[in-house]
């Protein structure tokens, strides 16, 4: 049982909870509706969680400490089988070297990023427009865009889709049911169900800012081992309803 | 449609059949070439390079298909080892009789992986040196190892 110093506050229509969490215990409280969950030796002196309180009353998503305000590799993706070169082509362009670990972990999210952009953004009457089993060749307007930067301390990776329908109730669904229940995997859904799981479970630092129909946009931080700390997590989801 | 990502030979060694599987596996791996193997099916995942979440489903689905079946996992790298901590139905009832494990120096960025039998790593704990020798000085273990070997708490004994 981790020792919680849990805050929870509404400010704003805000949920957040802030304190010392397991990711199991961080995804209980997504499950739960909490759109702000931060695990933090600092407790509420955090400065994402700072910044997050901060921009409650704001329109705009606050730009966190992790987010890189320097220039990033930037790739634009309109063929599902081009996801499977992305990687190579952004760690190429990367001044620093990605260590093997750190390297295999990127490459996960972003593939499950990728895939959820391209396969399961776009609706068409209420369904997926398109499928996993087949080729995808996307619109010019839903074109998928990805930035990503590589540090010392980690790397930076951000994938955006022009579907917007990223929920908030289907990510913490998504988190209920394959950290609460034995049915992990969905088998009668085109995908698995696992992408978001797999990446909340990955990442340092989630952020998902979702305008519905519009746009959605995922941004995290993947730690490198050495200053990769499990008591330094956050989720942050802003928007309104996706699907 | 020719999967060109994703691999499986199927070779004897030591007069036992093994399952090599190669590449990266996702909805487009096919496994049905494993189910003719008889007796225990050893599947060696030393050349596996990537597994996104629906090859998992994929495979989870294969393993429901061959229920009864004993399976041996051989030479699991980390991203197979990482699946089987996260989804506990990715490993179901098979034995783990060895696993690669990550090494690293911080001073010349050397990486290795180091493969060891199931006798260093039980449910009860493991015994891996915190340390080896690298090419050029000292390397440490990557990562926690309570949590790599996490999935030895769910092995079927």
Redesign the interface.
């Known amino acids: 049982m981790a020792k919680v110093a849990k805050k929870q506050r509404a400010q704003a229509g805000m949920a957040a909870a802030v304190g010392i969490f397991t990711k199991a215990e961080a995804a209980k409280q997504v499950a739960d509706g909490v759109r702000h969950v931060h695990c933090s030796e600092l407790g509420t002196r955090d400065p994402i969680y700072v910044a997050t309180l901060a921009a409650a009353d704001k329109v705009a998503p606050p730009r966190y400490l992790w987010e890189p305000s320097l220039k990033t590799t930037e790739i634009v993706v309109t063929h599902s089988v081009d996801r499977?070169e992305i990687f190579d082509q952004l760690i190429s362009k990367s001044a620093v070297?990605v260590?093997?670990?750190l390297r295999?972990k990127v490459?996960?999210v972003l593939?499950?990023l990728l895939?959820n952009a391209i396969f399961h953004a776009f609706h068409t009457d209420g369904k997926e427009k398109y499928s996993?089993?087949a080729d995808v060749s996307l619109n010019s307007n839903e074109a998928v865009k990805v930035r990503f930067a590589a540090t010392e301390d980690g790397c930076f990776l951000e994938v955006s889709d022009t579907g917007g329908t990223l929920g908030f109730e289907s990510v913490a669904e998504s988190l209920k049911r394959c950290y609460q229940s034995d049915a992990?995997?969905?088998?009668k859904e085109s995908?698995?169900?696992?992408?978001i799981?797999?990446v909340f479970?990955t990442v340092s630092h989630l952020k998902i800012v979702n305008e519905p129909n519009k746009k959605t946009v995922i941004s995290c931080w993947i730690a490198d081992?050495?200053s990769e700390n499990?008591k330094s997590f956050s989720f942050n989801y802003f928007g309104g309803k996706g699907k | 449609m020719i999967n060109d990502?994703f691999k499986i030979d199927i070779a004897t060694e030591g007069g036992v059949q093994k399952v090599f599987l190669r590449g990266?596996i996702d909805?487009d791996a096919d496994f049905e070439s494993i189910k003719k193997i008889t007796g225990t099916i050893v599947i060696n995942f030393k050349d596996v390079k990537?597994i996104?979440?629906?090859g998992?489903?994929t495979w989870?689905?294969f393993l429901k298909e061959i229920t009864g079946r004993q399976v041996v996992y051989e030479e699991c790298p980390?991203?197979i080892v990482?699946q089987m901590n996260?989804?506990?139905?990715f490993l179901g009832t098979a034995k783990v009789t060895s696993v690669y494990v990550?090494y690293?120096s911080?001073e010349t960025?050397e990486?290795k992986l180091v493969l060891f039998g199931a006798d260093k790593f039980t449910a009860a704990g493991f015994t891996l040196p915190d340390t080896i020798n690298g090419d050029d000085g000292e390397m440490e273990l990557?990562?926690?190892p309570q949590q790599y070997f996490a999935f030895t708490k769910k092995m079927a004994a």
């Open positions: 499977h070297e260590k093997r670990q295999e490459g996960m593939e499950e895939s996993r089993s992990q995997i969905q088998s995908g698995a169900g696992l992408g799981y797999m479970e081992r050495r499990p | 990502r990266n909805e990537s996104n979440s629906c998992i489903r989870v689905n980390p991203i990482r996260m989804v506990p139905s990550p690293v911080d960025d990486e990557d990562g926690n």
